[in-house]
């Protein structure tokens, strides 16, 4: 059973930066692809980035497009979000999750394994 784990959330001003990571256990092969996904209160979960685990190419939403950056590290099975220029509209849960498909990756029900989800506030 696949494990997903985040850290690096937490609270920052508007402007300023945070680096999420994913790390991930209990796998038996690579992922497709993996992406980060957030929700805010009252609201529906959203994409915000994806990475086709075999290529690293990513994809981001138009919202965070030249603000955020997706990697990942095979090695260590982790996978980040450097975070820049955040402002209020960015806070949220944010959640890591892994597909087994390369298909339709912006649709949350693509998505076989969820982290928890860590926080991230931005106070303006």
């Known amino acids: 059973q696949v494990q997903l784990v985040e850290s690096g959330g937490g609270l920052v001003q508007a402007g300023g930066s945070l680096r999420l990571s994913c790390a991930a256990s209990g796998r038996t092969s690579s992922p497709s692809a993996m992406a980060w996904f957030r929700q805010a209160p009252g609201k529906e979960r959203e994409f915000v980035a994806r990475i086709i685990w075999s290529s690293g190419m990513p994809g981001y939403a138009d919202s965070v497009k030249g603000r955020f950056t997706i990697s990942r590290d095979n090695a260590k099975n982790t996978m980040y979000l450097q975070m820049n220029s955040l402002n209020p509209e960015d806070t949220a849960v944010y959640f890591c999750?892994?597909?087994?498909?390369?298909?339709?990756?912006?649709?949350?029900?693509?998505?076989?394994?969820w982290g928890q989800g860590t926080q991230v506030t931005v106070s303006s």
């Open positions: 999750a892994e597909a087994i498909t390369t298909w339709d990756l912006s649709n949350w029900a693509r998505y076989n394994y």
